[in-house]
């Protein structure tokens, strides 16, 4: 059967972050049968091409040429959390705690991938810094992560600013019984005074 | 964070089949991070749009109008599989094994989804049936797959045709201890004589 112009969709759907090859193929099947679909996900693509784009400063979505985080000046321009991607800001903001700023590195260096930090545009992360600036680290607790969180520590170290990571420890719901070796000795060597 | 128009893409995105919440929000974030990926993901639908149909007689994918499946005349014309989606013609091509044609019902009765048998096109399947048609009920192997490959018996008992339907029992690998009662039951059922 002449299926080639199907697989070459799919192969060709499937390139974007996050899809599998199953998803890919549900996916453009479903925009086949249902011309309303497609209609609707064409509507979609248009709209993202006409009205969003990457903010110059902190790599996170503007609309119409104006940052999400950025352009609200209610945030306190003096603490800038460091994340690896554009998601880790939507999570972060569904918290509603964090009333700083962002810099989204996009990518952490990973060696596997052939990411070695010349690849990342830490230089604008380094330009954004000033003497009151307070550096928040939140990149993931992978092997990357902990690689690049050494990478800009090493740095920003001399600089003379405040700079944190956000806590390793059980996360919500974890089982002790479950827990691995290095998530365990990272929330007893992080414990705290019991407060009520 | 005005990130109402993030939300309305996602949700939008999101009543794709196949599409989870999450798988959603990394594809829209790629689209928006990567410009060469939106415009490529225009490419593929526009495609789509301009190619790809369904087949007015057996339901499955057209291209240029001209059914990947009825076309092919080296089909055994007297055997029609019956399936519930286009995914499944194309799992079941994949095996290369099978030359009749097919009937794709596009869905199956599901009394919860309220799907009843009324709002599927049954009608189109019954007409297709000759006097020397083979049917092969390939149906899923769900409470809903059992109900409509029911009802197609139900309505074809008396046409005098050769009805049969796919074999349920042990899939490859799988381990006789995780499996359920009623597959084992099934597989016992349809034991067939040993052949080297």
Known sequence: MNNELFEEIINNINKNNGLTK????RLVNNLIIDKFA???FSKQLNFIKDNFSICPICNYYQIKNECLI???ETRNQ???CVVASQLDVNNIEKINKYKGLYHVLGSEINLNKK???SEINF?????RIEKNTELILALNATFEGELTTNYIYQLTK??????TRIAKGIPMGGSLDYMD???LESAFKNRKKYEV
Do not use: Q
């Open 38 to 40: 497609l209609d609707n």
């Open 70 to 72: 950025c352009s609200d």
């Open 22 to 25: 199953k998803t890919s193929e």
């Open 181 to 183: 070796e290095t998530t």
């Open 115 to 117: 990411r070695s930090p």
């Open 78 to 80: 003096n603490v800038i």
């Open 158 to 163: 001399n600089m003379n600013i405040n700079i």
């Open 123 to 127: 230089e604008s992360l380094l330009s």
